[in-house]
């Protein structure tokens, strides 16, 4: 009985190094086995370029893979010069096109050297991809031969509706070979309000109580992609809190001084401003600046709790609420007592001594009322929170206090 084939142990799994980024494999060196004309085998090394210089030329060519050009010898088989296997227009393959597909053809319908296009038709004959991606649903299509000399080439396009196509809406069309082609190879760039700031400021949150004064106030804005708004667009601003139109149908010079009421803000939303214009598409476009208010809390070691308003907003350490419901009060080694001024509609619901194997310790800070100044000077009513220690600790104890 013949021996058995040894059984083949892969060992890949044993290799330390694994290549995790392409720019590692160039330069780098494989091993191949090589036929002799002779019919012996040989080894050989070779260089990735080689390999995807080979790896190239077995690809398929434009007509026979998801390519936006391609190029035929004849328009039909009835094409005069036609020889059995030339290509023709008709011959290819509709799941490899999409609209703006383009071809030239060597031998045309009516000259030499034609260029056609894949162009939306409700009764075209071809069902095609609607764009470069090749995926979706297919649209009925027919090829469009391109009317002109050379670089010359112009396309008709009918009434078409922007919000499919990269052209403006209406028709018929002319534009040149160029772009008609950029503009179906391109999809339709939607403008966009890229910054919109009141004296050099976008939205931002402010403490509760700030006074914004009025007067006038600069208004600067940019947009991208402005080569798609409306024919002579204008600007309007309005501020929405307020109800009033700030200036409307200004021009687009990207700058306003305008004048503004004054307020002082509150907690949450207090004011917002609104700009807009419109797209060649008919469509709003708008941003808003919005100007929030946040309640400021205080915290840190004192050497005796605040009864002022003053003392409470003195405290070491402050944050705006909007900074997140936890936070760490450092206990240093100076002070005995530890407070915290919580602002209306917080409360204290842990407090854990990082520094002393996590315990919770949430019972020591101990809560009573005081009465705390928002930064306009309205008096509001906070929980002030104090622990108390016999002596200072002899070293830094963090306090991670956790708020409702």
């Not at 009516?110 to 649903?137: A, H, I, K, M, N």
């Not at 914004?212 to 804005?221: E, I, L, M, N």
């Not at 109800?243 to 001084?257: E, K």
Request: hydrophobic share 35%; net charge negative; with cysteine.
């Amino acid at each position: 009985m013949a021996d058995a084939t040894p059984a083949l142990t892969s060992t890949i799994g044993q290799i330390p190094r694994t290549v995790s980024a392409p720019a590692e494999l160039f330069g780098s060196l494989f091993e191949v086995e090589l036929t002799l004309s002779d019919g012996s085998k040989a080894s050989a090394k070779v260089g990735m370029g080689v390999i995807l210089q080979a790896a190239g030329m077995a690809l398929p060519g434009p007509n026979d893979r998801r390519d936006l050009r391609k190029h035929v010898r004849c328009y039909s088989v009835d094409t005069e010069g036609y020889r059995p296997g030339d290509t023709t227009l008709a011959g290819l393959t509709t799941d490899l096109l999409c609209l703006g597909t383009t071809c030239t053809i060597e031998l045309g319908e009516q000259t030499v050297d034609e260029t056609w296009v894949l162009r939306y038709d409700s009764t075209g004959p071809l069902q095609v991809y609607l764009d470069g991606r090749f995926t979706g649903p297919k649209i009925t299509a027919r090829w469009v031969r391109l009317v002109g000399e050379g670089g010359d080439a112009t396309a008709t396009v009918p009434n078409v509706t922007e919000t499919q196509y990269g052209f403006p809406a209406g028709g018929p069309q002319t534009f040149s070979f160029n772009e008609f082609a950029n503009k179906l190879l391109s999809r339709y760039q939607y403008p966009g309000f890229s910054s919109f700031t009141i004296q050099d400021q976008g939205s931002q949150t402010v403490e509760v109580g700030t006074l914004f004064p009025a007067g006038f106030k600069s208004f600067k804005w940019a947009i991208s992609n402005a080569n798609n708004l409306a024919d002579n667009a204008t600007i309007t601003i309005v501020d929405e809190t307020g109800g009033t139109t700030l200036v409307a149908n200004t021009p687009n010079d990207g700058v306003q001084s305008l004048s503004t009421v004054a307020f002082s803000v509150a907690n949450g939303l207090s004011r917002r401003y609104r700009i807009s214009t419109a797209n060649d598409k008919g469509e709003t476009l708008a941003a808003s600046i919005d100007i929030n208010g946040s309640y400021r809390l205080f915290y840190g070691p004192t050497s005796s709790p605040s009864t002022t308003s003053a003392q409470a907003r003195g405290l070491l350490d402050s944050r705006l609420l909007v900074a997140g419901n936890q936070f760490v009060l450092d206990s240093g080694v100076s002070q005995r007592f530890f407070e915290v001024e919580v602002p209306p509609g917080k409360t204290i619901v842990s407090v854990v001594d990082l520094d002393n194997l996590n315990q919770v310790i949430t019972s020591d800070y101990v809560a009573s009322a005081l009465s705390v100044n928002d930064i306009g000077g309205t008096a509001r009513t906070y929980t002030r929170y104090v622990k108390t220690q016999a002596v200072p600790y002899s070293s830094n104890h963090r306090h991670q206090i956790t708020l409702s």
